[in-house]
């Protein structure tokens, strides 16, 4: 099977009608290119694919970027544009004389790069769409969503898949969302990340950081997969692999913005002033904190001490690419104050506060939602909630508290 984040399909058809530009960016092996061509291969027009992982290409783009789009007329799509990002400029140039909606189709996996070049040249003549690996529904053929807290959706969603107890849960965490793992092209999956975070340091970080050594940037990543789901902390990753903090803050950048990464940020507003300021830390797919922390299967994370984090950063990540893959940026924040009264989730949408729990239990209790009532001081109203656990069944504790199966996010 074929798997291709289709999520993203109507979004980019209807995209392509206004902009002269569409540039989807993310980390490698998320499928990019491949949904591109899927859609333009649904269109009535013919758009050739030039890639820049052909060196020849790649030179001549570099050369002589108006040579390069009079070779390859648009519309095209051009892969793996952060090869040569002279074209940026001739692309702006083309879309200022006229060219038309749907001229230009780009992908790339330095998206902290294109986006500061994109901004630059592009600003109003390009739409940006991050994408990230599969969430669960796309990989089980169901048409993803954005999460919400609406009873018909997890009706309708639960005849659509398959029950998950809290092994199937695992073995989805250790495998990873990665199209290419999911669709079997990749069966081993410690040689697919270990090739995976060497070309990520290779053609991506040693781009941007120079002659970085790899070792201790391989390192650095393991230290800060083994603080997924954690309050960041700087200066505890940077001891740990034996840099300064601010190298070790350039180098979290590095990854937040190439899409290994990403930060859930503390809610407060002026009612709410005794929260913390330090955002989470998160990792878009478990898969490659599972083999950056060295477990060797699912069943010895399940039983493992880091299985709670790992619960966590699942259900996160999966509720935050459900709006990412839709191109629609994430309302999460999550909650702490110095009291230690925590929130795993606060989804601010609608004029109202929707709270989560995530819990690796499969019998959840009224208790797990004590915390919940925070909320009530502030100066947004709190909206219904939810814990999102190993269940098997969609059900609610009360009208206020649903109970969410993490199989089905």
Known sequence: MRYINRTMEPLVHSIAEQFSVVLVTGPRQVGKSTMLEHVITTRHELIEVVTLDN??????????????????????????????????????LLVDQGAPAGSFWLTGS?????????????????????????????????????????????????????????????????????????????????????????????????????????????????????????????????????????????????????????????????????????????????????????????????AGAMSGAFMENFVVSEIYKSYLNTGVEPPLYYYRDRNAKEIDIVIETDGKLHPIEIKKTATPTRSMTRSFGVLDKGSIPRGRGAIVCAVEKFSALDSDTLVIPAGLI
């Open 110 to 302: 330095q998206q902290f790069k294109l986006m500061e070049l994109a901004g630059e040249s592009l600003a109003g003549r390009a739409a940006v769409l991050p994408l990230s690996s599969l969430t669960q529904a796309e990989a089980l053929g169901i048409t993803p969503v954005p999460f919400s807290l609406d009873i018909d959706l997890w009706k309708t969603r639960e005849k659509a898949a398959p029950p998950a107890d809290v092994t199937k849960l695992f073995e989805r965490m250790f495998r990873g969302a990665m199209p290419g793992i999911l669709s079997g092209k990749y069966d081993n999956l410690p040689v697919f990340y270990s090739s995976y975070i060497q070309t990520y340091i290779e053609r991506d970080v040693r781009r941007l950081l120079g002659n970085v050594d790899a070792l201790q940037y391989a390192s650095f990543m393991r230290a800060t997969a083994a603080r997924c789901s954690q309050m960041l902390n700087v200066a505890s990753i940077a001891e740990d692999v034996g840099i300064r903090p601010d190298k070790a803050k350039q180098w979290l950048s590095i990854l937040e913005k190439s899409g290994i990464i990403f930060y859930l940020h503390p809610y407060s507003n002026n009612q709410l002033k005794r929260t913390v300021k330090a955002p989470k830390l998160y990792f878009h797919d478990c898969g490659l904190v599972a083999h950056l922390t060295r477990w060797t299967s699912a069943k010895t994370l399940e």
């Open 55 to 92: 060196l020849t290409e790649r030179q001549m783009a570099i050369d002589d970027p108006a040579m390069f789009f009079q070779i390859h007329k648009p519309p095209v799509l051009v892969d793996e544009v952060q090869y040569a990002p002279q074209l940026l400029g001739q692309i702006k």
